[in-house]
């Protein structure tokens, strides 16, 4: 049974950062390129930022070009997502998101194999 678990999530100051984690448990961790996604209530689910396999391929939303860095550790089968100079707008549910086989790009929603439940983020200004 697989599992995907976010953790890091919180409330912080506009300015401030955050490190997201999601652990999987009951995959080949290194098979799935990995994505994370967030989601404000209304709106459409949006890809933040996606690392390929070995990581060695990244992409960003602009929104967040030199603000985030994506990473992973594929010995302990965790994504990461360091968030610097958080901005209010950056208030949302992250999730991430597994697909086997996928490169270092976003790729939609529907290709996505597991995704994790979730994890608060709340930037205050």
């Known amino acids: 049974q697989v599992q995907m678990v976010e953790s890091g999530g919180g409330l912080v100051q506009a300015g401030g950062s955050l490190r997201l984690s999601c652990t999987a448990s009951g995959l080949t961790f290194d098979d799935y390129a990995m994505a994370w996604f967030r989601q404000v209530p209304g709106k459409e689910r949006e890809g933040v930022s996606c690392i390929s396999w070995a990581g060695g391929v990244t992409n960003y939303t602009d929104s967040v070009k030199g603000r985030f860095t994506i990473s992973r550790d594929n010995a302990k089968s965790t994504l990461y997502l360091q968030m610097n100079s958080l901005k209010p707008e950056d208030t949302a549910m992250y999730y991430c998101?597994?697909?086997?086989?996928?490169?270092?790009?976003?790729?939609?929603?529907?290709?996505?194999?597991?995704w994790g439940q979730g994890t608060q983020v709340t930037v205050s200004s």
């Open positions: 998101a597994a697909r086997k086989y996928g490169g270092g790009w976003f790729s939609p929603e529907d290709e996505y194999d597991y």
